[in-house]
């Protein structure tokens, strides 16, 4: 009797620990190259795709990356990679997604994996206009992409690229107003994302001065029956979005969710977005 109670106990330690490592995920420190093409590394094909969006009544561009050695027998998890205030389908091509996801995959730290890169400015005319950047009606755009992406995009994706069903195979990411997009979308619609990453995300998803928040601060959280992962990241000199990074972070544990969040060097720039791209893809469908 007493050895199997001290088995038992061992066996919820073990439980216990591994729960608790799929919960938090890492934070390293990426090495040198971790964002530089190397010999003799298989890298994904990007692909430049036309979806019509019912939302917008246009016809929509997105960036698609798939994973080395892509085969249409597989099926794969998916992840959506947002953009800035400024930027369009084309933006993250400055993080170098395709290297850093590829290097990871060749080293067995991440899982094959199809990342999708579409414009989130959900409007008739989708181009960033200097004229309205930093306006309601601006910002009213990016939060309109939930719309296209749940009806429009998705749909699309499900139709013509093998992917894996299911909010475990399902993350959601982006840099500035995309990590503000990332968390109101991922926590909007638990049930389809099980991964949400933030790289210095914009003000907006919490009241303040200028907006009324797409969330009461007692709202925003995480459906405790459900396992969602959760990073947030910021730059140490990042003077865009200030303290919004943390306070998203300190919000959620104080209503008691789970999340990693942590600083790096650098600003509002991508130096942390890709820094933030490499812990969260490495930690993404395992």
Same mark, same amino acid.
């Given at each position: 009797?007493?050895?199997?109670?001290?088995?038992?106990?061992?066996?919820?330690?073990?439980?216990?620990?591994?729960?608790?490592?799929?919960?938090?995920?890492?934070?390293?420190?990426?090495?040198?190259?971790?964002?530089?093409?190397?010999?003799?590394?298989?890298?994904?094909?990007?692909?430049?795709?036309?979806?019509?969006?019912?939302?917008?009544?246009?016809?929509?561009?997105?960036?698609?990356?798939?994973?080395?050695?892509?085969?249409?027998?597989?099926?794969?998890?998916?992840?959506?990679?947002?953009?800035?205030?400024?930027?369009?389908?084309?933006?993250? *091509?400055? /993080? #170098?997604?395709?290297?850093? @996801?590829?290097? $990871?995959?060749?080293? =067995?730290?991440? +899982?094959?994996? %199809?990342?999708?890169?579409?414009?989130?400015?959900?409007?008739?005319?989708?181009?960033?206009?200097?004229?309205?950047?930093?306006?309601?009606?601006?910002?009213?755009?990016?939060?309109?992409?939930?719309?296209?992406?749940?009806?429009?995009?998705?749909?699309?994706?499900?139709?013509?690229?093998?992917? *894996?069903? /299911? #909010?475990?195979?399902?993350? @959601?990411?982006? $840099?500035?107003?995309? =990590?503000?997009? +990332?968390?109101? %979308?991922?926590?909007?619609?638990?049930?389809?994302?099980?991964?949400?990453?933030?790289?210095?995300?914009?003000?907006?998803?919490?009241?303040?001065?200028?907006?009324?928040?797409?969330?009461?601060?007692?709202?925003?959280?995480?459906?405790?029956?459900?396992?969602?992962?959760?990073?947030?990241?910021?730059?140490?000199?990042?003077?865009?979005?200030?303290?919004?990074?943390?306070?998203?972070?300190?919000?959620?544990?104080?209503?008691?969710?789970?999340?990693?969040?942590?600083?790096?060097?650098?600003?509002?720039?991508?130096?942390?977005?890709?820094?933030?791209?490499?812990?969260?893809?490495?930690?993404?469908?395992?």
């Amino acid at each position: 009797m007493h050895k199997l109670m001290m088995l038992l106990i061992v066996l919820a330690l073990l439980l216990s620990c591994a729960a608790a490592e799929k919960a938090a995920p890492a934070v390293v420190d990426p090495p040198a190259g971790f964002d530089a093409k190397v010999d003799g590394v298989p890298y994904g094909k990007t692909l430049l795709r036309r979806y019509f969006s019912t939302t917008t009544g246009r016809e929509r561009k997105v960036m698609i990356l798939l994973p080395p050695d892509y085969s249409e027998e597989k099926t794969y998890p998916v992840l959506y990679l947002l953009h800035g205030i400024g930027g369009d389908e084309n933006e993250w *091509a400055g /993080g #170098r997604p395709t290297w850093v @996801i590829g290097n $990871l995959i060749a080293q =067995g730290e991440a +899982a094959e994996m %199809i990342v999708v890169m579409p414009n989130i400015r959900a409007r008739e005319n989708d181009r960033a206009n200097a004229s309205d950047m930093y306006t309601s009606a601006h910002f009213a755009a990016f939060d309109h992409f939930i719309n296209d992406l749940r009806d429009d995009l998705m749909p699309y994706m499900q139709e013509n690229f093998p992917i *894996a069903q /299911g #909010r475990e195979n399902t993350a @959601i990411a982006g $840099l500035s107003m995309g =990590g503000r997009e +990332a968390l109101y %979308i991922g926590l909007t619609m638990q049930d389809t994302f099980g991964y949400i990453g933030a790289f210095c995300p914009a003000p907006g998803v919490l009241p303040y001065y200028a907006e009324k928040g797409l969330f009461p601060a007692a709202d925003f959280k995480a459906d405790e029956t459900l396992e969602t992962r959760i990073l947030i990241n910021a730059g140490q000199t990042d003077g865009v979005v200030g303290t919004w990074p943390k306070t998203y972070a300190d919000t959620l544990t104080a209503n008691g969710t789970e999340n990693t969040f942590y600083v790096t060097a650098g600003g509002h720039d991508f130096t942390v977005w890709k820094h933030g791209l490499y812990n969260f893809a490495r930690n993404l469908f395992r």
